[in-house]
């Protein structure tokens, strides 16, 4: 294809996968969608500016609006987080935890972090599976005992660990608690000191559950005893695609370092704009949204697990977060299902559960799903709507009905949800495509 061709094809691909969204059940635990407002500050002339440094300290010209906002959002985040520091420059999730690995600890030292069947995520992981830690900044790691029954990391187990890995002169310079399959709260209050008799910095990474941390509906990892946070801006916490920081006042230069310029040179100042929105978001509507996550998430387990589904964490309520994963094995793999789903526009992913790798099972054909309710709880679904999905995903999975009827009905069940809730302003439908070029010339 010549050029012009390609452009316009990729114009049009964009606007496909618009209008795709705009008739699906978006049920990926990592995602959600942002505001009008905060996609409007991607769109902006932030995103083609530099501001290397910090705020007022910058290495170019051209700041003068980018830095005030830049201080918005910081101080926003602080007030969201109740924290004495925070840095919200991190362009990921990654970038903020491997900014915790630079400034905490040097290639060579050991982490402890859950493995990734037990909710760990690829930036925890060792260097044999590329994991960042390993990978990039040389660590060493040691999962994390985990209880499946109770489904969260197993205290007692971790202590033991500890003392033999300290006997063994093994000890971790970081403990790396949160994850990406992450159902229930993890035990940093009963191990933060114990962990810190080691001298072992206490990073959380509450990259999935930020949104529901902000909203006061989780646990507070800075209260419990975590020395820093890290998080993506854009999964419970629903703003772009990055990452913010917060820590203790005591450990904010070191950030701020291996952030700048240890991790980023530009920081993606549209993004930066994008995350101060949401986080004002967060302060007005945060509460809200996150208790209605939470009862969205355990009403779909509960619905799932009476259709016979077979809902981990069934002893503790399934869950207690903004998602919940099955165990699928029953009726196929987690990829053939992931992709019977997607053909009736039910957008979720498979999931690596406890003891998969164990068992022979790899990712791409894992035994379990993880469902995410973050973006459908945003388009304002309640209960009822968490009932239906799981109606959906019963004819789906279990009688394996024919999709395409199915299909049709989840573009009607659709239609009633076309707009962003929990924002200041919504007039824009939740997927229209921001088109600023004229196709018709
Ligand atoms: N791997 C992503 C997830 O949890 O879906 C996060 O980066």
């Keep these: 294809m010549e050029a012009k061709e390609l452009y316009d094809n990729i114009l049009k691909l964009m606007k496909e996968h618009h209008n795709w969204f705009n008739n699906s059940i978006p049920l990926i635990a990592s995602e959600n969608i942002p505001s009008p407002a905060v996609r409007e500050a991607v769109v902006s002339d932030f995103g083609n500016r530099y501001a290397e440094g910090w705020p007022g300290e910058r290495v170019y010209a051209g700041c003068t609006y980018i830095d005030q906002v830049e201080n918005i959002c910081n101080e926003l985040a602080k007030k969201v987080f109740r924290s004495e520091f925070a840095d919200c420059r991190a362009t990921s999730g990654v970038v903020a935890n491997l900014a915790i690995y630079s400034a905490f600890s040097n290639p060579g030292d050991y982490m402890i972090a859950s493995s990734i069947p037990s909710g760990g995520h690829i930036s925890h992981g060792k260097k044999e599976h590329s994991g960042t830690a390993g990978l990039v900044h040389g660590l060493t790691i040691e999962h994390f005992p985990f209880s499946k029954e109770e489904m969260t990391i197993d205290t007692d187990m971790t202590k033991k660990k500890i003392e033999t890995m300290a006997n063994e002169g093994k000890s971790p310079k970081i403990a790396m608690f949160g994850g990406s399959l992450f159902l229930f709260p993890h035990p940093v209050k009963e ?158 992913n498979r999931q690596l559960l406890p003891g998969d790798i164990k068992e022979g099972r790899n990712y791409l054909h894992p035994s379990g799903i993880r469902i995410g309710v973050p973006e459908v709880t945003r388009l304002g679904m309640k209960e009822n709507e968490m009932h239906e999905i799981a109606t959906f995903i019963k004819k789906i999975v279990i009688d394996k009905q024919d999709g395409s009827k199915i299909l049709h009905d989840v573009i009607e069940f659709r239609k009633r949800f076309q707009k962003v809730q929990y924002a200041f302003d919504n007039e824009t439908s939740a997927y229209e495509y921001i088109q600023l070029v004229n196709r018709d010339k």
């Design 191 to 348: 191990l933060s000191d114990f962990l810190h008799s080691y001298n072992i910095y206490v990073n959380y990474d509450g990259a999935h559950v930020a949104g529901l941390i902000a909203g006061n509906q989780f646990q507070d990892p800075l209260r419990e005893g975590a020395d820093s946070m890290t998080m993506s801006s854009h999964k419970t916490l629903w703003g772009p695609q990055g990452g913010i920081i917060v820590s203790l006042e005591k450990y904010g230069e070191s950030i701020k370092k291996a952030i700048f310029p240890g991790n980023t040179s530009s920081h993606h100042l549209h993004h930066v704009a994008g995350k101060a929105i949401a986080l004002s978001e967060i302060i007005e509507f945060g509460e809200e949204y996150a208790k209605q996550v939470i009862k969205n998430a355990k009403m779909l387990a509960y619905s799932l697990a009476n259709y016979g589904f077979n809902v981990l964490g069934e002893k503790r309520g399934y869950t207690e977060s903004h998602q919940l994963a099955v165990n699928i094995s029953k009726y196929g793999d987690g990829g053939n299902i992931e992709k019977d789903l997607e053909k009736c526009n039910i957008i979720l």
